[in-house]
């Protein structure tokens, strides 16, 4: 029997329709897990190759090695271990990113010393561009406080629910995952990217939630921001910490458009200049 040629298998029809998708990669923040991104996954996966590095294991045996070794986790570490992750398993710059709070300045790190393999970057709520946080995950770690922790992310009471809670206070009560969470606490805690900002020659979406609880200033963040190059800049009306949960369907369509070239303007009534305006700083930024 005549064996079948591999050319039957893959013919050039077939591949034609398997297009490469661009890589997208999401960065946790300081208090969430890959779960964060559970309602963006599936929007954004129709365009994009998804990809969700672990970097914050808190019970996880590599952040433990590390720790056990003497070693700091900081955002340089945490942003060395990104860039391994995308050269051992990715391995398709450039990379789009999208990241969140603490993460963000993970990324910002990475893009700054790897400007050749990035591509677009967009920010959530990202921390450590001004002005001190309040960070409720040490109150919920010192205090056993979970429900500060969770409520104090969102604007919108009904996220922080019971189930959110339970979650968190099962995690906190793992003593590995405690030590984790404390020992990330002491090496990210009032780091700043601020000097790292006008170095950052990449297209940034910067999107902030306008009643960001953890974020001690926004305009002043915004002010911040605006010494990117090419930064862009959004406020979402009645959000928290947390746009990609609480505003899921508006950051949908957002960051898909912005990575495929399709955001041409900015919706007025998100428009970062208007807000700050609206705020009493009148201080012009780019959007």
């Given at each position: 029997?005549?064996?079948?040629?591999?050319?039957?298998?893959?013919?050039?029809?077939?591949?034609?329709?398997?297009?490469?998708?661009?890589?997208?990669?999401?960065?946790?923040?300081?208090?969430?897990?890959?779960?964060?991104?559970?309602?963006?996954?599936?929007?954004?996966?129709?365009?994009?190759?998804?990809?969700?590095?672990?970097?914050?294991?808190?019970?996880?045996?590599a952040l433990h090695k590390h720790?056990?070794?003497?070693?700091?986790?900081?955002?340089?570490?945490?942003?060395?271990?990104?860039?391994?992750?995308?050269?051992?398993?990715?391995?398709?710059?450039?990379?789009?990113?999208?990241?969140?709070?603490?993460?963000?300045?993970?990324?910002?790190?990475?893009?700054?010393a790897n400007p050749e393999k990035?591509?677009?970057?967009?920010?959530?709520?990202?921390?450590?561009?001004?002005?001190?946080?309040?960070?409720?995950?040490?109150?919920?770690?010192?205090?056993?406080?979970?429900?500060?922790?969770?409520?104090?992310?969102?604007?919108?009471?009904?996220?922080?629910?019971?189930?959110?809670?339970?979650?968190?206070?099962?995690?906190?009560?793992?003593?590995?995952?405690?030590?984790?969470?404390?020992?990330?606490?002491?090496?990210?805690?009032?780091?700043?990217?601020?000097?790292?900002?006008?170095?950052?020659?990449?297209?940034?979406?910067?999107?902030?939630?306008?009643?960001?609880?953890?974020?001690?200033?926004?305009?002043?963040?915004?002010?911040?921001?605006?010494?990117?190059?090419?930064?862009?800049?959004?406020?979402?009306?009645?959000?928290?910490?947390?746009?990609?949960?609480?505003?899921?369907?508006?950051?949908?369509?957002?960051?898909?458009?912005?990575?495929?070239?399709?955001?041409?303007?900015?919706?007025?009534?998100?428009?970062?200049t208007r807000w700050l305006k609206?705020?009493?700083?009148?201080?012009?930024?780019?959007?």
């Amino acid at each position: 029997m005549r064996k079948p040629r591999v050319s039957q298998f893959f013919s050039l029809s077939l591949m034609t329709k398997f297009k490469r998708r661009p890589p997208v990669i999401l960065v946790n923040g300081l208090a969430e897990q890959s779960e964060s991104w559970n309602t963006n996954r599936p929007d954004w996966s129709k365009h994009f190759d998804i990809k969700v590095p672990e970097l914050l294991v808190y019970n996880g045996d590599a952040l433990h090695k590390h720790i056990e070794s003497g070693g700091e986790v900081s955002i340089p570490y945490l942003a060395e271990r990104l860039g391994v992750f995308l050269d051992e398993f990715v391995q398709k710059p450039p990379y789009h990113f999208v990241g969140s709070s603490l993460g963000c300045q993970v990324i910002l790190t990475y893009a700054v010393a790897n400007p050749e393999k990035v591509g677009k970057i967009v920010l959530l709520a990202p921390s450590g561009f001004h002005g001190d946080e309040n960070l409720p995950v040490i109150e919920g770690v010192s205090r056993a406080n979970y429900g500060t922790l969770v409520g104090s992310v969102f604007y919108k009471k009904y996220f922080a629910n019971d189930d959110l809670i339970a979650a968190y206070e099962k995690k906190f009560k793992d003593r590995k995952w405690k030590k984790g969470v404390l020992k990330t606490l002491r090496g990210t805690v009032g780091h700043s990217v601020a000097d790292l900002l006008e170095q950052v020659p990449h297209q940034t979406l910067v999107i902030w939630g306008a009643d960001d609880k953890v974020l001690s200033d926004v305009p002043g963040s915004i002010r911040a921001a605006d010494r990117m190059i090419r930064a862009r800049q959004v406020v979402i009306p009645k959000c928290g910490h947390a746009p990609q949960i609480e505003k899921s369907r508006l950051i949908n369509g957002l960051v898909s458009k912005y990575l495929r070239d399709k955001l041409t303007t900015i919706p007025p009534q998100i428009d970062a200049t208007r807000w700050l305006k609206h705020a009493g700083a009148n201080v012009p930024v780019k959007v």
